[in-house]
């Protein structure tokens, strides 16, 4: 890959990072993504509350990640440019201001307009992983992305049974409340703790932008593992958009508590970071890549397999949860481990296009899971589910070919 002309040499100095500032990087990335997920388990109190129709209910979550796209492409970019702490801090801030906004309006418009934005200010997450990437040796960057990855799919899995719980007992107003003065303490904590990264490129703001052009055009692995993400995380999306829907359905109806229990096994998923990161480390990429997407497809086809709303149909849904997260989580790690490899100077506009096209993806799964479970229940969904990471393999095949 060529890198543009007028791109800044890497900084010299030897990275290091303490366990301490891994554990608060993991942290923080879990709170802060949290933000995109509050939503996806209160679409039926929501959309109720705002008397959205079902087909529309969609929006809430596509919304939120389609803000999280733009602040990818638009804002994450900046950390190749402007001090890391500052931006991280500065884009928290829009969250902290959305979130507030969330929790004080009764219109389906603005609401929808608040989503917007916690989305953008959710893309500090974000800046911080590529952050954690520049910090840790090489040896080590697999293993301290797949930590900080661990804490972000903790906050991704946590998110939802957390906001169920909370609205049980209060509502859902509460949830973004709550978020709301998260993000100002976690700020605050971050504006101190945090050492200072300020990179030393010359490039303008419109040039930073016009070379992500270059970027996406001049890297085939970005383009390759972005496109395996998008069908990845595609499914994750439509998974966790739908099934709250259906656990309180008549077939199951479970309450806003039932289905935060349900949620919690989620987070078993989060434990795969961790070991894809070490895999990566080991050259492992390739094989561990195509047992994460198999066993994405997996998880929705065993839903098939039992009448909905029997135990049977239950315990496969927990079994597809687990499995499902943890193909996504390995994933996420090994395409993550993949690019930032491909230098530091470029790490946080790889990272932005990166995740700006599987949360495309991620926007994409969610309207579709709507609209399937709409139109054909759950029997439909799930196998929109298992299609999106099938479609992955034939392209995928191509790496052992191009090998051989």
Known sequence: MTQPANTATPQTAAPTISGATTLLLAMSCGLIVANIYYCQPLIGPISTALGMSPKAAGLIATLTQLGYVAGLLLLVPLGDLIENRKLVTGVMAIGAVASLAAASVSNTVPFLL??????????????????????????????????????????????????????????????????????????????????????????????????????????????????????????????????????????????????????????????????????????????????????????????????????????????????????????????????????????SRLNGLYMSIFFIGGAFGSAVGAWSYAHGGWSLTAWVGFAMPLVILPFYATEWLAKK
Request: aromatic share 8%; proline share 4%.
């Open 114 to 347: 608040a989503c917007l934005f916690i989305g953008i200010g959710s893309v500090s997450v974000q800046i911080l992983v590529p952050f954690a990437a520049h910090l840790a040796p090489e040896a080590i960057r697999g293993r301290v992305i797949g930590q900080a990855t661990s804490g972000l799919m903790l906050g991704i899995m946590l998110s939802r049974p957390a906001a169920s719980l909370i609205t049980d007992l209060l509502s859902w107003h509460a949830v973004y409340l709550l978020s709301a003065t998260i993000m100002v303490i976690l700020g605050l904590v971050l504006r101190r703790a945090l050492p200072t990264r300020q990179p030393t490129h010359n490039l303008s703001y419109g040039a930073l932008l016009a070379s992500m052009g270059h970027l996406f055009t001049q890297t085939p692995l970005l383009r390759r593992r972005g496109f395996y993400h998008f069908g990845m995380f595609g499914a994750f999306s439509l998974f966790w958009t739908t099934v709250p829907l259906l656990l309180a359905s008549p077939a199951y109806g479970l309450s806003q508590t039932g289905i935060a229990l349900f949620a919690l096994v989620g987070v078993a998923g989060a434990i795969s970071a961790p070991l894809a990161g070490m895999a990566a480390d080991h050259g492992w990429s390739r094989a561990a890549t195509g047992c994460a997407i198999v066993l994405a497809a997996f998880s929705f086809l065993i839903t098939q397999f039992a009448r909905p709303g029997s135990t049977l149909a239950l315990g496969l849904l927990v079994a597809a949860a687990v499995l499902l997260d943890f193909g996504v989580t390995a994933n996420l790690v090994l395409g993550q481990r993949a690019i930032f490899s491909l230098g530091a100077s470029l790490r």
